[in-house]
């Protein structure tokens, strides 16, 4: 699996419009350009098996393009694989993902341009700056060098850490290190954007910030998927998918953004009170909620750390990292 941005693809014909959206009348960055041409990203019919063991087992799953979808699930799941293959950084054993009319997966591994990932273990160049890292994204996508930069700033500064930018990478923290992931992954104006677990490191007010920063996404339109433990995050979002050892356990999709005007991105509010009550099953405050018939995941959050860290420390010491 990748876990760079692609430098050098072949000039596709995502690529082909993200350099003419960098070039249109507007001037504006990519970030703050609506999603041209706004589509839902389906996977159907998945299966992933690696060796004996089948990490995905026949996903079927439509992620909404203007809305927010939180994809749960116990650690090892199956949450990173299945946003590889939605994204096309992984080609399944079976079934495929589209995005509009096109499968996600370009047959090399690189996502097109029009896909971001905030990837788990945040896929940063060490050796760059904060800076260079999201200003090399733009330059993939077509953005010249001088407007990638100032964008770079931009992006950084969403995320507070616009006077980070010169540091170089390997020396931040990792909480510093996800927020420049999360800088790279919304600077570039994707059309789907992919966030594996994206706040784990960070407090709540950070986690505030990034969530009004996804909302955001989806205001323009992209299809926005976040991949975590956490119910504050669950709650923030619009739709919410439930994965138990490569099966989907739950799906509930997200309303269609015109009927949710009223909805804020704090991940501390409490839901509405009008949402009509489906089920006896309603989940305690704080908990991600069962699902009937469905397996209940065991402690998330406590089993996910070993693995977070284990992630974590696998990024921080890369073997001969460029
Ligand atoms: N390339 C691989 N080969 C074998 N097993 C893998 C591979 N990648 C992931 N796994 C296993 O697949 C399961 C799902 O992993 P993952 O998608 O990372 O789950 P999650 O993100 O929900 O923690 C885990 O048990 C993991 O160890
Ligand atoms: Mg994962």
């Excluded at 999360?182 to 994206?198: F, K, Q, S, T, Y």
């Excluded at 919410?240 to 799906?251: I, P």
């Excluded at 018939?293 to 070993?306: K, L």
């Amino acid at each position: 699996m990748s876990t760079t941005e692609p430098t050098t693809p072949e000039q596709t014909a995502d690529q082909k419009n993200a350099e003419q959206k960098t070039e249109g009348a507007s001037g504006s960055p990519l970030a703050e350009q609506p999603v041209a041409a706004p589509a839902d990203l389906v996977v159907t019919g998945v299966t992933h098996e690696a060796g004996r063991r089948t990490l995905l087992a026949d996903v079927e799953v439509r992620f909404p393009a203007g809305s927010m979808t939180a994809l749960s699930g116990p650690s090892g799941s199956g949450k990173t694989t299945l946003l590889s293959v939605a994204g096309g950084l992984l080609r399944p054993t079976a079934g495929s993902a589209t995005h509009g009319a096109e499968p996600t997966w370009t047959g090399t591994g690189d996502p097109r341009p029009d896909v971001a990932f905030v990837l788990q273990v945040y896929g940063l160049v060490p050796v760059l700056s904060a800076a260079e890292n999201v200003s090399v994204a733009l330059r993939a996508r077509g953005v010249a060098p001088e407007a990638a930069d100032e964008q770079a700033l931009a992006a950084l500064a969403r995320f507070g850490i616009a006077d980070l930018g010169a540091r170089q990478v390997e020396e931040l923290s990792g909480g510093q290190m996800q927020r420049v992931a999360l800088a790279r992954g919304l600077a570039v104006g994707a059309a789907v954007l992919l966030a594996d677990e994206p706040t784990s490191e960070l407090d709540e007010t950070n986690r505030g910030h990034v969530l009004a920063e996804l909302r955001r996404e989806a205001d323009r339109g992209a299809v926005v998927v976040v991949a975590t433990h956490d119910p504050a995050v669950v709650e923030a979002c619009d739709g919410h998918v439930a994965l138990d050892d490569g099966r989907v356990v739950l799906d509930e999709a997200a309303e269609a953004p015109q009927d949710r005007s009223t909805q804020d991105t704090s991940a501390t509010d409490t839901p509405a009170t009008d949402t009509p009550a489906t089920d006896t099953d309603e989940a305690a405050p704080g908990e991600v909620p069962p699902v009937e018939g469905a397996p209940v995941p065991e402690a998330p959050a406590a089993a996910a750390e070993p693995e977070t860290d284990d992630d974590h420390a696998a990024f921080r010491r890369p073997p001969g990292a460029p």
